[in-house]
């Protein structure tokens, strides 16, 4: 059997690797510790390892990956912004999951728009509390307002179909269009200026980070709403707290936040959390933080397990790796994959 390091391994994961992972003949080291340039080492003699968005890989944990052994890392996960793929090229193969459910990602967004606009989380609290007042509670009709999608792949064609349903003109920005006609594309400024919600649904780049910042909530509605399920980095989170102070911004719904890596995905009940800013943002009545979990529902959790595990089967087979990433890859004709079916 082949032993894959599992790094930051939760119970939810181990779920739908174990119930798999036979199939393919690997076994799992479940590790709970996350990648780093210090735990690199516990895959050692492993035949690959496995990590995830929040895992540190950048050029010193790789290096111990490779100095451990390990030729192969798949990611569990789409967004790769965490990874040096100039430090991996040549020496480590990394593959991702481009695609495992748009629609847990695109159905969490419009359960944040609806627990932030009817307040459901607060009545929720206060019935349990047998505290029937209704103060506070107001929201306002979805049906008739406009939301701007920004990035229309995947995930944001999904939540553009979802707030159709409930009747929302949806006007959208994308560097690179569909070809569906039905989308009412905008520049970014339109966008901006005409949106009473605003979705982010495209990935994190040098172009898109901070592409909400001071700047570009002064051309927003007052009071707009605003959802973040892709990455924190795309909002420039003090300039985010600025904007809810001034009222400036209705509400805002984060499942992402720009120094998650620190916090997200653990329990910090018993403790001081360092954070100023999240702990700002948190404590305002108009702002849901979830912590990265929109991707949780186990049609996602499937998917992932099974196209990782077939990443893995590919690399070790010696087939294409359909998945496979590197920093060449954007460059046209500079990675080999299409001759060689590797980036290198
Ligand atoms: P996708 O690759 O299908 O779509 C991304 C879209 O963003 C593309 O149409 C692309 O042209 C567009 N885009 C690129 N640069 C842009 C820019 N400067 N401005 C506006 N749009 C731009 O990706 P998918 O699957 O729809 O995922 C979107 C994002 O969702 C991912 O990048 C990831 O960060 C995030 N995500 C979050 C999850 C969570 O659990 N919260 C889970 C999965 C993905």
Request: proline share 2%.
């Amino acid at each position: 059997m082949r032993k894959i390091a599992f790094y930051d391994a939760k119970p939810y994961d181990r779920v739908w690797f174990d119930a798999h992972a036979p199939e393919y003949g690997f076994e799992m080291k479940y590790l709970e510790n996350r990648l780093t340039a210090d735990t690199a080492v516990l895959s050692a003699g492993c035949d690959a390892a496995v990590a995830f968005v929040n895992d540190t890989v950048d050029a010193a944990a790789l290096q111990g990956l490779f100095d451990g052994g390990i030729r192969m890392l798949a990611m569990r996960c789409a967004g790769y912004n965490n990874i040096d793929f100039k430090a991996a090229y040549g020496k480590i193969h990394i593959a991702r999951v481009p695609a495992y459910s748009p629609y847990a990602v695109a159905e969490h967004a419009m359960a944040l728009l609806l627990t932030l606009n009817r307040k459901t989380h607060r009545a929720y609290i206060r019935t349990r509390d047998f505290n029937f007042s209704l103060n506070g509670l107001t929201g306002f009709d979805l049906h008739g307002k406009t939301v701007g999608v920004v990035g229309t792949g995947k995930i944001g064609r999904v939540f553009i179909d979802i707030c159709r349903g409930f009747g929302m003109n949806v006007i959208a920005y994308d560097p690179y269009p569909a070809q569906d006609a039905s989308i009412g594309y905008v520049s970014l400024e339109e966008l901006w200026a005409q949106a009473d919600v605003i979705s982010l649904h495209c990935p994190l780049t040098r172009d898109t980070r901070h592409m909400v910042n001071a700047a570009s909530l002064a051309q927003m509605k007052n009071g707009v709403v605003l959802l973040n399920t892709s990455r924190g980095a795309l909002i420039d989170s003090e300039a985010l707290l600025e904007a809810i102070k001034t009222k400036k911004v209705g509400g805002a719904a984060l499942d992402v936040y720009e120094e998650e890596s620190e916090v997200f995905f653990e329990d910090f009940s018993n403790t001081i959390i360092a954070d100023d800013v999240l702990s700002r943002l948190i404590s305002m009545p108009n702002v849901i933080v979830t912590s990265h979990q929109a991707f949780l529902t186990n049609e996602a959790l499937e998917n992932i397990a099974l196209t990782t595990l077939e990443n893995l089967r590919q690399y070790f087979d010696g087939d294409e790796m359909k998945n496979e990433i590197c920093y060449q890859c954007q460059k046209k004709g500079t990675c080999d994959r299409s001759v060689t079916k590797r980036c290198f």
